[in-house]
C-alpha cells in the first residue's frame, strides 16, 4: 500500500528529506544495547523483548563473564541462568531461549553466529528484526529494524500505511538508499523513543513537524512538548 496522492518520487524525496532532519537531531543514533560480539548482540537482543535496552545493559555484563562463548551458553544450568536474568522479565522463557541459542550454534555453526539473515532466522527465537539488529550493528550489513517505534513513526511520517513488519521493511527500503538503512533504523528508533511517543508525541518540538501528515497527533504547544522529550539517555561520549 502506498499513498496514493503523492508520485513514488515525490514520497522519495520527501521521505529522504524527513531521514535528514531526524539524523540532524539525532547523529549520535546508535544501537543503544552493549555488545562486543555478534554472540553478544544476539543475545542481548533477545533479551530486550519486553523490556528496555537499559535494563539488559545492566544484566549482561554478568551474563557474558559466566558464559563467554556459545558453547558456556548451551551448557549453562537453567537455575543459574535464571538468577542472572530475573531482572529482565520474562527470565525463564529467555533462559531457554539463550540456551537453545547456544546449543543450536555449537550443533550447527561451530559456536560461531552466522552472518547471513537466512541462517540468522532459522536459529531458535531469532526473528527478522533481530537477525536485522546483529547484520546492521554487528556485521556491518545493511538492514532495517522494524521495531514497534520504527513501524509507528514510517506510518506518521506517512512513509508507510503497512502495519505487518516486513511489508514495512520492503516499504521503506524502498524508499532509502541501501547504506542508509541501518543508521535510518537507528534514527527512527531514537525518534521514536524520545520525541514521537506512542501516547504522546512532542509535535511542538519536532525536527520533521513542517513535512509530518501527522503533526498534530500530539502536543502542538512548544513549551509543553519540549517537557515530553526524553532524552533519558546521554549521547555517548565523542558523539
Ligand atoms: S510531527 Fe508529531 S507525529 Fe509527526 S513525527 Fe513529529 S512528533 Fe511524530
Known amino acids: 500500500m502506498s499513498t496514493p496522492s503523492q508520485s513514488p518520487l515525490a514520497r522519495k524525496r520527501r521521505a529522504r528529506r524527513g531521514y535528514r532532519l531526524l539524523h540532524e537531531r ?14 553478544q548482540l544476539l543475545v542481548a537482543t533477545i533479551l530486550s523483548a519486553q523490556t528496555t535496552d537499559v535494563g539488559v545493559n545492566k544484566v549482561t555484563p554478568t551474563l557474558f563473564a559466566r558464559y563467554p ?3 558456556d ?7 543459574e541462568m535464571e538468577e542472572i536474568l530475573r531482572p529482565t522479565g520474562f527470565y525463564r522463557a529467555k533462559t531457554r531461549s539463550v540456551i537453545g541459542l547456544g546449543q543450536a550454534l555449537v550443533a550447527d555453526h561451530d559456536g560461531e553466529v552466522p552472518g ?14 533481530t537477525a536485522n539488529v546483529v547484520l546492521g550493528n554487528a556485521f556491518g550489513v545493511p538492514g532495517i529494524t522494524v521495531d514497534t517505534h520504527f513501524g509507528r513513526v514510517a506510518r506518521r511520517l506517512g512513509w ?12 521503506v527500503g524502498e524508499l532509502f538508499e541501501r547504506r542508509d538503512w541501518t543508521m535510518l533504523s537507528h534514527v527512527l528508533i531514537f525518534h521514536g523513543r524520545r520525541t514521537c511517543h506512542a501516547r504522546r508525541p512532542a509535535c511542538g518540538a519536532c525536527p520533521v513537524a513542517a513535512i509530518c501528515p501527522s503533526y498534530g497527533d500530539g502536543e502542538t504547544d512548544p513549551d509543553k512538548a519540549a517537557r ?12
Not at 551458553?73 to 537455575?79: F, G, S, V
Not at 508507510?160 to 516499504?171: A, I
Open 160 to 171: 508507510t500505511e503497512e502495519t505487518d513488519p516486513v511489508e514495512v521493511e520492503r516499504e
Open 69 to 71: 562463548t556459545a558453547a
Open 26 to 39: 539525532y547523529p549520535y543514533a546508535h544501537c543503544e544495547l552493549d555488545f562486543e560480539t555478534p554472540l
Open 228 to 239: 515530553l522529550l526524553k532524552f533519558e539517555l546521554a549521547p555517548t561520549a565523542g558523539s
Open 73 to 79: 551458553l548451551a551448557a549453562a544450568q537453567p537455575a
Open 116 to 129: 547471513t539473515l537466512a541462517e540468522l532466522v532459522r536459529l531458535p527465537g531469532v526473528g527478522r528484526k
